[in-house]
């Protein structure tokens, strides 16, 4: 910043044009910078809260996100992410066979663990006071019927969405106060 | 006696122009800081109910490129049976043949038909069972978009008023494409009092009714 000083009989003079435009600059930046800020936290990028509807038995909702691959847990100890291999074991009479993620049939002796386990365990240890709300990404969408069927399979209650790729998402208590 | 004057110092001087330029705008970054601040923590609420049977007549309605059509699945499962009779046992993977061949197009949709025959034979009894599906793709530039949708007197507006919201309940079948469009109509059919089901299906694929077994089960949330 150049401050001249200048001495022309009566009048001390400062040359503000260069403060100004600093001045400027910085305020433009900053401007842009919120402004960004706020799109992103008003548009595509605002996070989404889902309140689940109340009803007479007044389950209680356990969020699942589904991408196609990965299931998102939002657990009491925060989010846990799960794998889903697809791999599927039935029980009929008493004799147990593997559906593989090809769809494929095979005899075995008896189910290994899977990594939804887990997931499922807690879930089926809850069904008369909890359900799962699976928030399925548009990359879940072709494969959201096989994953669904591993809680249909158990008999868990589901609900079901669909969820913007990328968007926030977290459930909202029902009493929560909102901002 | 004159006494001399002192050179009179001024301060900096700001042009009014300047001055009034950053005190808008300094006031202005001020609001939206405020406003950025309090919207960093907000949530967009929507209410998520439970899926649960549903037990009134199906409006078929399928969600791609951003439109919506709506179908009748028996309608059209008739139309693919047409000539066809009925199947037997001996001529199950015969039918399921020419069932898996047939298509056809409407004004809006392209329908074409899958079957599957099982035939279990033993010395004393042969039995078969046909999964039978039809399959349906939205014609290009068919169907309304989100805006005609929301048009008084759409299409899906009049069916609205045409349905019984006491027997008829409306099942969407969404491509990752038409989520906007989906919820759009889901929301005028639930505004209108209608219970409402989804189901997602991969992006360009077609919507697969299954018309054997329980395979026409929809759920609505």
């Known amino acids: ?179 | 006696m004159k006494r001399r004057r002192r050179a009179q110092f001024e301060g900096p001087w700001l042009m009014p122009e300047a001055l009034l330029l950053t005190t808008g705008v300094g006031a202005l970054l001020l609001v939206l800081i405020f406003a950025s601040l309090l919207t960093g923590a907000a949530v967009l609420v929507k209410r998520v109910p439970r899926q649960k049977p549903a037990l009134e007549e199906t409006v078929w309605v399928l969600c791609s490129g951003g439109r919506i059509v709506i179908f009748e699945p028996d309608a059209l499962e008739k139309q693919l049976r047409a000539g066809l009779g009925e199947p037997t046992v001996s001529s199950a993977g015969d039918w399921a043949g020419k069932y898996s061949a047939r298509a056809f197009e409407t004004e809006q949709l392209q329908v074409s038909g899958e079957a599957k025959a099982a035939v279990n034979k033993d010395f004393f009894q042969s039995s078969a069972h046909l999964d039978v599906s039809i399959l349906v793709r939205r014609k290009p530039n068919q169907g309304e978009d989100q805006a005609a949708i929301q048009t008084p007197g759409s299409d899906f507006q009049k069916l609205l008023v045409e349905k019984d919201n006491s027997s008829d309940f409306f099942f969407f079948f969404v491509d990752p494409d038409s989520i906007e469009s989906y919820r759009v109509a889901r929301g005028l059919a639930a505004k209108a009092g209608f219970g409402v089901g989804w189901t997602p299906i991969g992006h360009g694929e077609p919507a697969r009714i299954a018309m054997s077994g329980n395979g026409r089960e929809a759920n609505m949330q």
Request: one cysteine or more.
């Open chain 1, 1 to 179: 910043m150049r401050l001249a000083g200048k001495h022309s009989g009566e009048k001390d003079h400062f040359d503000l044009l260069p403060l100004a435009g600093v001045l400027l600059c910085l305020l433009g930046t900053l401007l842009l910078v919120t402004l960004s800020k706020g799109a992103i936290d008003v548009g595509a990028g605002a996070e989404v809260g889902w309140l689940a509807q109340a009803d007479s038995q007044g389950k209680v909702p356990v969020l699942i996100e589904w991408d196609g691959s990965h299931a998102i847990w939002h657990s009491s100890k925060g989010l846990r992410r799960i794998e889903e291999n697809f791999v599927l074991y039935t029980n009929s009479d008493g004799s147990w066979s593997r559906v593989n993620a090809k769809g494929d049939v095979e005899k075995v002796d008896g189910p290994q663990s899977n990594a939804m386990d887990p997931l499922l365990d807690y879930l089926d240890a809850h069904r008369q006071t909890h359900y799962a709300l699976i928030a399925v990404r548009p990359a879940g969408f072709k494969s959201f019927q096989r994953f669904a069927a591993r809680f249909e399979a158990r008999k868990i209650e589901i609900a079901s969405e669909p969820i913007e790729e990328g968007r926030g998402l977290r459930l909202i208590a029902s009493g929560e106060k909102m901002r």
